[in-house]
T-cell receptor
Framework: AQTVTQSQPEMSVQEAETVTLSCTYD???????LFWYKQPPSRQMILVIR??????QNATENRFSVNFQKAAKSFSLKISDSQLGDAAMYFC??????????FGTGTRLQVFP | KAGVTQTPRYLIKTRGQQVTLSCSPI?????VSWYQQTPGQGLQFLFE???????NKGNFPGRFSGRQFSNSRSEMNVSTLELGDSALYLC?????????????FGPGTRLLVL
């Protein structure tokens, strides 16, 4: 069975600094998708970034980028120039095509001014 | 384009009652998935509907059911509510088309069972 592990329950970063959130996953599939979702106090789950496993190039969305290591089954999220609005729970998620999302337990990110 | 909408946003029910939650997907999306989020169990998949058919199902008791209409709107029903059903219920929609599988979430419905 596929699993997603986020080993950092909480992280903190100073405004304008860079922080990296870790995620590892386990699967025997070769074709799958990985995601980072952000859940602020409003509880709305917001897509941050998406990676297709067959693409070797790491995805980037403005200040957010990933380090996708397929062989190591690692998918970390780097947030550059952190802002107060980045404070939220961050969930790493995995799925195969036409299948459910499997989530990690989340990392709570605090951003200090 | 409007996002995923869920109604109601908040609900308070008592044990034994039943509840129906509604989800309207992003226009053009044909798949709707439901997830339950609790502090103890995290995010768990309930079921997914695609073109009015249940395509995937999670490991929840039969008290949890759903359906999808021809306009892709979906409803989720929980019968004989238990205290443990208190949770945030999230709905997500996706196309899916080709390799586009991304699920976009609504704001959720917070259910409190007393």
């Amino acid at each position: 069975a596929q699993t997603v592990t986020q080993s950092q329950p909480e992280m903190s970063v100073q405004e304008a600094e860079t922080v990296t959130l870790s995620c590892t996953y386990d699967t025997s599939e070769s074709d799958y998708y990985l995601f980072w979702y952000k859940q602020p106090p409003s509880r709305q789950m917001i897509l941050v970034i998406r990676q297709e496993a067959y693409k070797q190039q790491n995805a980037t969305e403005n200040r957010f980028s990933v380090n996708f290591q397929k062989a190591a089954k690692s998918f970390s999220l780097k947030i550059s120039d952190s802002q107060l609005g980045d404070a939220a729970m961050y969930f790493c998620a995995y799925n195969r095509r036409a299948d459910k999302l499997i989530f990690g337990t989340g990392t709570r990110l605090q951003v200090f001014p | 384009k409007a996002g995923v909408t869920q109604t109601p946003r908040y609900l308070i029910k008592t044990r034994g009652q039943q509840v129906t939650l509604s989800c309207s997907p992003i226009s053009g999306h044909r798949s709707v998935s439901w997830y339950q989020q609790t502090p103890g169990q995290g995010l768990q998949f309930l079921f997914e509907y695609f073109s009015e058919t249940q395509r995937n199902k999670g490991n929840f008791p039969g008290r949890f059911s759903g359906r999808q209409f021809s306009n892709s709107r979906s409803e989720m029903n929980v019968s004989t509510l238990e205290l443990g059903d208190s949770a945030l219920y999230l709905c997500a929609s996706s196309l899916p088309s080709g390799r586009e599988e991304t699920q976009y979430f609504g704001p959720g419905t917070r259910l409190l069972v007393l």
